[in-house]
């Protein structure tokens, strides 16, 4: 015969050991030698009332000679039921959590406190209790926990929605637990028990109460809390003389994807439902095993990219890339940069649109959209060696053609996001031409911006690759007759440095040895640089400014621009479309060839504006005389006012007007003279008429205006009324 389990100089704690199976483990317990506190409030199944069964169970250990003592607190205060095992007997060995009550009710009838009284007994009592028993079995590396949980929790039950979540709780606390213990010889089981007891007295009948009695679980209970059982996180249920032990089946599941780039669709999930839910040749993962189930499951998805990948060409590699899509952020900030890289003034008609984040019609130049879908290169370094397959020498690289297309007004402020897709990867010989795709969404998924890089890597040609693609929006040849119109833009030596700070940090552009890898004597200017400067005039000429009139853009690189030089923009018009073709106008080099620029509408059609070199750019004499007199005549008193307007003008002379008008004043009410209260100088208060002879004094009013001879501080919004009114007064 076996040798007989002992627990000789242990001592037990047994929570709820007044009646049923708390009962029973503390007899067995004291029986086999352990010293043992028999914790139990007393009262009822509910947990209401308090007696003291604890005593009557003491005393039947005592009787038999055995050593315990009673607790009558609380498992919520769990503290104070360790400290009285330290008290009577200084240390705690084993802990068995099984003190609980209960609360049935279907769900739609639990209440909060149902659900609390619940959790706070069976969960959070076992938790406190365990807890306050911790460091002691922690400091003698030595410590047995026994968690009770029931069948109602592992299958549920009707009328048991708070009792079967708390005990279901206890075995995921158990799985903790034996995990935390384990280096401190600190094991932690659950027992499933089923038996006659306080809480099943009126459930079961009195034949299965007798059947189902708790000493034929309590042995269990001993042999998991004895020195040489070596379990821990095990799940063992016990009723009726019978004992089994549960654990975990999975099955093996299958994986979705090919590749570490593919989505999984709900259509994938229910057309393989069967063979996920197929338990043949099923798995039963324990502990951590079923993260490294997964994590094999990643590492499968990469070795099957890293096979797939080996097999394919390096330009089919680059071709099947698919970096995650990156967020940009948008900020006025941005707004302002991009607009001051690109040339845009304060001095400039209504230069504040781009670069005063206060002004009411503060949006970005058009092409700002490049630099959002550029952080989709960026962010996934494609041409420093995060592309896969084909490889970039960044000093080879050079901006071949830009496309970008704007759907959506691009916001001021804002997160968007950018994907991109590399099309094609072209063999000119000379170099080879990456052309990639960059689609940009909103935070509603709306498309905002499409657009479309050639780059080009000199000398990286010669590969055996295709010449052409029917992926790339094809550039467009200006007609051949002279230009309709003609706008320069002198470059600053430090346009590139300041250009460089929207975002392309190429050394191309600032470091001169790097440049000279690249076969260049000096550093040279991004083609985004000149391909915004372009854009910025075009809509200056034919958009009034106005960047919503905006569609895409599209532009080939021929030649660098260095900084510095002189960008003339040639435009041609054709219905909505200008073409443009920018050359260095001190070479006369062409560096933006096959270009245009599609506008939803034309904003005015001015006569052809002849090149800025033909203007003396001065307001005549003649003009301020002819203007001031228009100015100086003020309105009669009695005169109706037709739109108020509040502008100081002054010219490099003196203020044409000082006006003192009445701030109240609206379009259609009677003009009384200057007003005594709420005035304010330097305003003027004109009829319609005067307005526009004030500027239809008329181009060489503007082009003062526009060289800064003639300065207007105004308030944007009034500036565009005046333009509408200019419209409609154009015969005058
Ligand atoms: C963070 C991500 C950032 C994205 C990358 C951008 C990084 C930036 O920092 C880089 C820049 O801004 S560089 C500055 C702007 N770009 C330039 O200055 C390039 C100017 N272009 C050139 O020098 C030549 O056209 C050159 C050198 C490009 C080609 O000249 P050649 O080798 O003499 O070619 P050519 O004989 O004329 O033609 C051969 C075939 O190539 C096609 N091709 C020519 N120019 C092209 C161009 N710019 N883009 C695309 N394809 C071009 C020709 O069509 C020809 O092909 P095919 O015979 O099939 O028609």
Redesign the pocket.
């Known amino acids: 015969m076996s040798s007989q389990l002992r627990f000789d100089g242990k001592v037990a704690v047994v929570t709820g050991a007044g009646g049923g199976l708390g009962r029973a483990y503390a007899l067995w317990f004291a029986d086999r030698g352990a010293a043992v506190v028999i914790n139990d409030l007393g009262g009822s199944a509910s947990g209401e009332g308090s007696g003291r069964a604890a005593d009557l169970v003491v005393n039947e250990i005592k009787d038999k000679g055995g050593k315990a003592v009673a607790d009558y607190n609380s498992v919520e205060e769990g503290d104070k039921i360790v400290k009285t095992a330290i008290d009577n007997y200084g240390r705690i060995d084993i802990l068995v959590n099984n003190a609980g009550i209960l609360r049935d009710k279907s769900v739609a009838n639990t209440s909060d406190n149902d659900w609390d009284l619940i959790h706070r007994v069976h969960l959070r009592g076992s938790f406190v209790t365990t807890r306050a028993a911790w460091p002691h079995f922690r400091k003698q590396n030595y410590g047995r926990i026994i968690m009770t949980s029931s069948v109602a929790g592992i299958y549920g039950n009707f009328g048991q929605s708070n009792y079967s979540a708390a005990k279901l709780g206890l075995l995921g606390l158990s799985n903790t637990l034996s995990i935390e213990g384990k280096k401190y010889n600190i094991h932690c089981n659950t027992i499933v028990p089923m038996a006659g007891s306080r809480l099943t007295k009126g459930i079961l009948p009195p034949d299965m109460m007798e059947g189902m009695r708790p000493d034929l679980v309590a042995p269990v209970v001993l042999w998991l809390c004895h020195d040489s059982c070596s379990d821990t996180g095990s799940v063992i249920e016990a009723a009726a003389g019978w004992v089994g032990k549960y654990r975990w089946e999975r099955t093996r599941g299958m994986t979705l994807r090919e590749s570490t780039n593919d989505p999984i669709l709900p259509e994938a999930v229910r057309d393989n439902w069967e063979q996920i839910c197929d338990f043949n040749n099923s798995l039963h993962p324990k502990g951590n095993e079923a993260s490294m189930l997964l994590g094999k499951v990643l590492q499968d998805l990469m070795e099957k990219d890293a096979n797939r990948d080996a097999k394919l060409s390096p330009v089919e590699q680059a071709l099947n890339w698919r970096p995650p899509p990156v967020k940009c952020q948008v900020t006025p900030r941005e707004i302002i940069l991009y607009a001051l890289s690109v040339g845009a003034s304060t001095g400039d008609k209504d230069g504040l649109r781009y670069l005063y984040e206060g002004d009411e019609t503060f949006a970005p130049i058009p092409t700002f959209g490049v630099l959002l879908a ?1 952080e989709a ?2 962010q996934s370094n ?2 420093t060696g995060g592309m896969p397959g084909f490889q970039v020498d960044l000093s080879k ?5 830009q496309f970008i297309e704007i759907h959506k007004d691009i916001p001021t402020h804002g997160t968007l996001e950018a994907s991109l897709n590399v099309v094609d990867i072209l063999d ?1 010989k ?2 080879a ?1 990456i052309v990639t795709n960059v689609e940009v969404v909103d935070e509603t998924g709306d498309k905002v911006i499409s657009a479309q ?4 890597v ?1 000398g990286a040609g010669g590969f055996g690759g295709k ?2 693609s029917d992926h790339i929006v094809p550039s467009v040849d200006a007609p051949k007759r002279k230009p309709d119109a003609s706008l320069s833009y002198k470059t600053s030596i430090d346009q590139a440095a300041l250009y460089r700070l929207t975002g ?1 940090r ?1 050394p ?2 600032i470091d001169a040895s790097f440049a000279a890898m690249g076969g260049f004597d000096r550093p ?1 200017l ?3 640089a000149s391909y915004g400067i372009s854009c910025r005039l075009v809509l200056q000429q034919y958009a009034d400014n106005n960047p919503s009139l905006f569609k895409s853009m599209k532009s ?5 621009v260095l900084p510095g030089q002189t960008l003339q923009v040639d435009m041609w018009r054709e219905g909505n479309r200008i073409h443009v073709e920018t050359k260095v106008a001190e070479t006369g080099k062409t560096v933006l060839t096959g270009a245009y620029v599609d506008l939803k509408s034309v904003a005015s059609a001015p006569a052809p504006v002849a090149p800025p070199a033909a203007s003396t750019g001065l307001m005549s004499e003649a003009v301020f005389a002819e203007m001031k007199r228009r100015l100086d005549a003020k309105p009669e008193v009695g005169a109706k006012i037709n739109a108020v307007y509040q502008w100081n003008i002054l010219s490099n002379k003196k203020p044409a007007a000082s006006w003192v008008v009445d701030l109240k004043a609206k379009p259609g009410d009677i003009y009384q003279g200057e007003p005594k209260g709420n005035k304010a100088d330097c305003s003027l208060t004109l009829e319609d008429a005067d307005m526009v002879a004030l500027v239809t004094g008329k181009l060489n009013a503007q082009k003062a205006y526009m060289q800064g001879k003639l300065k207007i501080k105004g308030n944007i919004m009034l500036t565009q009324k005046l333009q509408g009114l200019l419209k409609e007064n154009a015969n005058l």
Request: aromatic fraction near 8%; hydrophobic fraction near 40%; charged fraction near 15%.
């Open positions: 550029q290169l960026s494609m041409i690289v050079l901006h071949g053609e000119k000379s170099g031409v890089w050639s780059i080009f000199v010449r052409n392309d190429n191309l552009h040279i991004h083609g985004l080939r690189f021929t030649s660098p």
